[in-house]
């Protein structure tokens, strides 16, 4: 049943090409969407506590092992229940698109379809051609629907976006490369039978192809999950991105990348993450090396969110910030740290799926604004305070006060950090008071600016009552993940638990 | 009885965003739940065993097993002053704000929802479950003061929020390592660990300590950093002055009266309890802090020219008697039982003067409220002058407040000084004496307020200032008369509290001396 969430994805792009209307477009785009919700959710709901679901396994290409192989485990589970609901609330957010509809939610489509594959796929092969598949539509996404900042000419506004969808494929495309060469490593040193992960994370691969396949394999992914220094596509081409884009990109894409992390680097070559046996200014061994990067992650895009004038960008910087954070979990190497950082995958896809809907739909679409300064003396919280009280909560989450998932997930990786790599605590816990500080300071300029005297009120547009349910089913996630987390972590654990990580729980887990 | 208690405000709260009515529906309604949440909390009160030691009307339900976190809540003598003490203070808020057109529903829902985290943080008994409500009432008391204060609230509320939350954070991270070591995050265990002497040793757990006292004070000063930001003790008291004077009166009345209450609150719940050994070791610089924060601000607040700052000062300089009793109680004292005594008195003069200040300052900020309707806003201290010719009811009613704040003995805020200096004073000479100039400077910076405010010439911009209405007198009355009650009765609270101080010098006083 799994599977269909692919298809119907693929179909439902077909469907919306084709489509004779805008508004026939949109409504097959919102049933595909709520259709892949929905067998995600019913999957969960049948799931049996602990177990791999094959989905499908059809032999591909037997000459050389490759299989046609779909299988869920929890933390899949998790990402495919993530996906369906930023991709719903995406297509709710892009609603007024009236430039070439058919082709956007064609675009769309084809781009949440690969999403799901990459998720199902448990076979390194099949994995990778889905995450290809899925790097293209986000360029023609950007290239041609992208946004820009105001008073931009229309030639400068193309080749802004231009400049933002290029810089995205082609970081994309070097991790891809860097992973293809893993992958080939990986094929060839195991003898050529097989790319399953089934058949991969039993294998006994040698330590010192370990120790420089993990590497590459793991930067190839982490360049998507936005890790410093490879994160600077990342706030470019979520600022560029129309919303709907943004959304995915930070709510879904960039997880493709840490899952990719966890799921083929960490779980295929374990032994890489062990020590050198030499130190390198202070680093022991590649672990080190990424959890430095990591924290650095956090402070910097924090830093650096804090001093935007572009709302949009400060946005696109905090997702450069949160996602340090599951870096940061995934490098405690402990179960409890893992744990947060999936949950934090999940999190951050639902708060900056949230936060990019009220930047870019609510806000951007109505004021055509971007600029700090100028959406201020607005008075934006009396002209749409549905926007204001959205972005509240929203921010409220992203700061990780308790009672909202981002706080569970943090204080996951946050505990897994103390037992594991105890002097970084304090950098990220400084990393998130900056955090505290960029999202308070965009919050109260852009809605609670001081108005110049005699300004006058705006009138905007009204929320739509799309953009409210989007809103609802993104608000309403995270709050029921933070106050109930049980339904993921029941999820996650018995995976984290499984034999496909046992090389990673035997050797490097503290 | 305590989660229908937390949720009343919150439905409250929700009933009036969704009704959107008018600002009297608002206010009704608020009043209505207010006035509720009261009657609640003194049904607890009434319904509160003080002779049975332990937590009373406890609930527990398993929440996130594998991560330690449940949903445990129950009142101990310390939890059900408080409970009584917000519910109060929020209905005082609210009687204030009754006359002022500028409140609208909005303000009403937020002032509810502050309620539910105030209650929740006074009987919350699971750090989790305690964090969510203790970060939580911050939101809506930023808001208060952003969007209803006065002119440099901006600042002011972000400076406030900002603060409070380096507090937090490191509170929250203190408290993950204390959960790693000992897999509990429940008050009550790690209160039992700690006075057991096997907390410091469990942190041997993490393979990285190589000296877990260290590691335990690290935590400590951790912990203390973020009540002493929410207290505040001095230094960490700088958000104060600005965040009390730009917010609204009303406003400033519940951050006064209830939610300076949330550090002293921690003080009590966590760090005595839960770090009783580290606070020993670090006895002489926190008592410097605790005197620093009785004296400097006493001196503050006698140059500030608006009244609002003096009486903010003020504010500190009084939570500062709480900081000390709290410090004297961690004292070692060996076996010797009449120090014991004295431990008892000192905690439970903290307690009483957690309360009677709440009332005080609460009154005085009302006070305020009053006299800015009618100045149109001024509230410097030379701006008047002869008030009590002008406005003898006003005069009168204000004076018993500054005196209660003063500790004149017959009104509420004598017993709990009292107690408290009579408990430190044989357990730590120097600090009180030091502190005794705070209590000094105290009486001077009031009185000055009086001669400037109340007596001498009558300015003649206020000629025409009107008395307190009928309506006022009658809100009035229960405060003032309740300021008496404690004064002349403080067995009304200690009563109530005693079986709660006793077990705690019994839990503290075990351990060995440093």
Not at chain 1, 206 to 215: D, E, G, L, R
Not at chain 2, 178 to 185: E, I, V
Not at chain 2, 493 to 499: E, L, S, Y
Request: aromatic residues 14%.
């Amino acid at each position: 049943m799994l599977a269909w969430t692919i298809y119907l994805s693929f179909l439902g792009a077909l469907a919306a090409r084709l489509a004779p209307s805008k508004q026939f477009a949109r409504i097959v785009a919102l049933l595909t969407a709520l259709a892949g919700l929905g067998l995600s959710i019913a999957a969960l709901v049948r799931w049996q506590p602990g177990a791999l679901v094959t989905v499908a396994q059809v032999p591909w290409i037997p000459q050389v092992g490759i299989s046609y192989h779909l299988a869920a485990d929890g933390i899949s589970l998790t990402l495919l229940l993530l996906t369906g609901i930023a991709a719903t609330s995406g297509i709710l957010f892009s609603w007024n698109i009236e430039q070439r509809t058919q082709e956007f939610f064609a675009f769309y489509l084809v781009l949440i379809g690969g999403v799901y594959g990459v998720f199902l796929s448990f076979d390194l092969f099949l994995l990778f051609v889905f995450y290809e598949i899925a790097i293209i539509p986000k360029y023609f996404l950007i290239a041609i629907w992208g946004s820009v900042p105001r008073g931009a000419t229309r030639e400068k506004a193309g080749s802004q976006r231009e400049y933002a969808a290029m810089k995205l494929a082609l970081y994309s495309f070097a991790g891809s490369a860097l992973v293809l060469a893993g992958m080939v490593a990986a094929w060839t040193v195991s003898g050529g039978r097989s790319l399953s992960f089934e058949f991969l994370a039993r294998y006994p691969f040698p330590a010192h192809f370990q120790m420089w396949a993990f590497p590459m394999v793991f930067v190839g992914f982490a360049v998507l999950a936005g890790m410093w220094p490879f994160h600077t596509w990342a706030p470019t081409g979520h600022a560029a991105a129309p919303t709907a884009a943004s959304m995915l990109l930070a709510g879904v894409v960039m997880k493709l990348g840490a899952y990719g992390c966890l799921r083929v680097a960490m779980m295929l070559f374990p032994a890489g993450l062990g020590p050198w046996g030499f130190h390198v200014l202070g680093f022991g061994s590649w672990r080190d090396v990424f959890a430095v990067l990591a924290v650095i992650g956090i402070v910097y895009g924090a830093s650096v969110a804090l001093v935007q004038r572009d709302f949009k960008f400060v946005i696109g910087y905090s997702s450069v910030s949160h996602m340090g954070f599951v870096l940061l979990g995934l490098m405690t190497l402990t179960q409890i740290g893992l744990d947060g950082a999936v949950l934090q995958m999940f999190s951050h896809g639902v708060i900056a799926g949230l936060l990019f809907a009220v930047v870019g739909r609510m806000v951007y679409d109505r004021t055509h604004t971007r600029d700090l300064n100028e959406l201020g003396p607005m008075r934006l919280a009396q002209v749409i305070p549905f926007a204001a009280v959205t972005f509240i909560l929203a921010g409220m989450a992203s700061i990780g006060l308790p009672g909202f998932s981002g706080f569970i997930a943090e204080f996951q990786i946050l505990i897994g950090t103390w037992r594991a790599l105890p002097w970084m605590v304090p950098v990220a816990g400084i990393g998130i008071l900056i955090g505290i500080a960029f999202t308070w300071r965009a919050l109260t300029k852009v809605f609670f600016g001081e108005a110049a005297a005699g300004a006058q009120e705006h009138p905007l547009p009204p929320i739509t009552l799309a953009e409210k349910c989007g809103a609802v089913l993104l608000l309403a996630t995270t709050l029921v993940v933070g106050l109930y987390p049980r339904i993921l972590i029941d999820l996650i654990l018995p995976a984290l638990n499984s034999p496909l990580f046992e090389g990673l729980r035997k050797g490097a887990w503290r | 009885m305590i989660t229908f208690l937390t949720l009343l405000p919150i439905v409250g709260a929700l009933l009036i965003l969704a009704l959107r009515g008018s600002r009297a529906v608002a206010r009704g309604l608020a009043a209505f739940f207010g006035l509720s949440a009261l009657v609640g909390t003194i049904l607890l009160w009434i319904g509160f065993n003080p002779g049975t030691p332990g937590m009373q009307f406890e609930e527990w339900h398993a929440w996130v097993p594998s991560l330690g976190i449940s949903y445990h809540v129950g009142v101990d003598g310390l939890g059900v002053l408080m409970l009584v003490l917000s519910a109060m203070v929020v209905m005082m808020s609210l009687a204030a704000s009754w006359a002022n057109a500028k409140l609208g529903p909005v303000y009403y829902a937020l002032v509810l929802f502050l309620e539910a985290g105030l209650f929740g943080t006074f009987t919350a008994l699971n750090f989790v479950h305690w964090f969510v409500f203790w970060e939580l009432s911050l939101i809506p008391a930023f808001f208060l003061i952003r969007l209803w204060g006065g002119p440099g609230r901006a600042r002011a509320s972000t400076q406030f929020f900002l603060y409070t939350m380096v507090g937090s954070v490191a509170l929250l991270l203190a408290f993950l390592a204390l959960f790693l070591a000992t897999g509990r995050f429940d008050f009550v265990d790690l209160a039992r660990l700690a006075q057991s002497g096997q907390l410091t040793p469990a942190l041997a757990n993490l393979h990285w300590v190589s000296n877990p006292g260290q590691l335990a004070m690290l935590l400590f000063w951790a912990a203390f950093l973020g009540f002493a930001v929410k207290t505040p003790v001095v230094p960490f008291h700088t958000w104060l002055p600005a965040a009390y004077a730009e917010a609204p009166s009303e406003t400033t009345m519940l951050l006064t009266g209830a939610m300076s209450k949330m550090g002293v609150y921690g003080f009590l719940r966590i760090l005595l309890p839960i770090f009783p050994q580290q606070m020993r070791q670090a006895m002489t610089p926190l008592l410097w802090l605790a005197v620093a924060t009785i004296v400097l601000p006493a001196f503050a607040a006698w140059v500030q020219k608006d009244l609002k700052r003096t009486f903010a000062y003020s504010s500190i300089n009084h939570l500062g008697y709480c900081v000390l009793g709290v410090c004297v109680a961690a004292k070692f004292t060996g076996t010797d039982p009449r120090l014991a005594a004295e431990k008892a008195a000192a905690l439970t003069g903290v307690l009483l003067q957690v309360f009677s200040h709440a009332l005080t300052a609460g009154a005085l900020f009302w006070f305020i409220a009053l006299i800015e309707r009618r100045s149109g806003g001024l509230r410097g201290i030379d701006d008047f002058g002869g008030l009590r010719k002008v406005v003898p009811v006003l005069s009168g009613l204000m004076g018993i407040a500054i005196f209660a704040s003063l500790g004149l003995p017959g009104l509420n805020g004598f017993p709990g000084e009292f107690l408290i200096f009579k408990g430190s004073f044989p357990l730590v000479p120097w600090a009180t004496a030091v502190a005794v100039l705070g209590l000094l400077m105290t009486a001077v910076f009031l009185l000055a307020v009086i001669q400037k405010v109340f007596s001498g010439p009558v300015n003649g911009r206020w000629e025409a200032m009107a008395d307190l209405t009928t309506t006022e007198r009658w809100a009035l009355a229960p405060v003032i008369a309740l300021m008496f009650v404690i004064g002349l009765y403080p067995q009304l609270i200690t009563g109530m509290v005693h079986g709660t101080v006793m077990q705690w010098i019994a839990g503290v006083g075990a351990g060995v001396r440093f």
